[in-house]
């Protein structure tokens, strides 16, 4: 049997209603802070025109992206909403200061080379400041302190210090809490220099940590768009993306046929294959083959051969005998959750949401 159809293509589906619902329920886990959202890189490629104002809606005033640019345009996008919402830039200013400055863009200042810039050409506009507290990758370290702590910086209007959890999505390492204390020792000094500093340390998986943190703001993300510790006791997020693509052909196999590229699965009885539309080329890995599961008509279905550019394959014998070319096929969503499906690639769910590709359609609800 063979029958092909080429109209479809895969399809994102991103529930608004529940990245508002995983909002409030993050806000409610930190009643005495404010609750910030993450949006960089399109919201983690899911789609930053719908979600961002969907997440002002929920209640959020403070934005975090990585770059300027991102800012610019979060601005233009919540202008029509309110003016006044704050905007964060993770990686800081170099020759784009006055593009902060223009679209008030608050820097996270990284560096004392940021700290000087700013001061030299902020206007007095407000800054925070990240402390690197075992991250080691962005921040200011515990030997910048003498050139933090002068009169010079004392004249930057810093509103937050912030870190980052390194180990973060491991509940027990001891590395959390001796971040927690280093970042409350340097808050308490540097809080001398700059009055009315508030701390910043949670992220996603930092607001599942069995810690009392004292915070006045934190920052989730990819806990908003439904993935990180679902497996928590307290944890009641709602999942966000759903990925789905068409099947495109039907076909049996005998024994000892092989399917895909380089031939890498090989029938070992009677086989149905369903050939699906998405591939590589829309963030379906390629480390999936031999190894992804899809759901189809409500049963689970191994991914089998090398995936391709375009197309995936998958076993369908025991799926009940009305599946049909058209039907659409789960990658990751209700029924296999994305951390899942991207452990059995090798990889994060934050991979996965910013890989999907162009050609997939995204529908918003």
Known sequence: MSVIITSHRPRLTVDLAAVAENYRT??????????????????????VDRIAPTLYEAGCRTFFVAYSFEGV???????????????????????????????????ILNTIDQMSMWRTHGNEAPCMVHLDTGMNRLGLSEDDFDAICTPEMAELNVT???SHFAHGSDPKSPRNRMQAEKFA?????????WPGL????????GLFLPLEIDEALARPGVTLYGAGPQDHPEST??????LHAPILQIRDISPGETCGYSGTFTARHPTRLATIGIGYAD???????????????????????NVSMDLIIADISDVEDDTQVGDMAECFGENIRVEDHAARAGTIAYEIFTMLGGRIDRVYR
């Open 26 to 47: 993050l806000a409610a886990m930190r009643p005495k802070a404010e609750m910030a959202a993450v949006v960089k890189a399109n919201c983690y490629g899911l789609g």
């Open 73 to 107: 345009h979060l601005r233009w996008l919540l202008s029509e909403y309110d003016e006044n919402v704050r905007i964060c830039v993770f990686n800081g200013p170099t020759d784009d200061v006055e593009i902060y400055t223009r679209h008030r863009l608050t820097p």
């Open 160 to 162: 937050h210090l912030i």
């Open 185 to 193: 020792t340097h808050f308490n000094a540097l809080a001398a220099l």
């Open 198 to 205: 508030k701390p910043s340390l949670s992220a996603s998986a």
């Open 237 to 242: 997020l709602k999942t966000v993306a759903s």
């Open 283 to 305: 963030g379906y890995c390629r480390a999936l083959s031999n190894k992804g599961v899809v759901r189809i008509n409500g049963q689970n279905c191994s991914v089998v051969g």
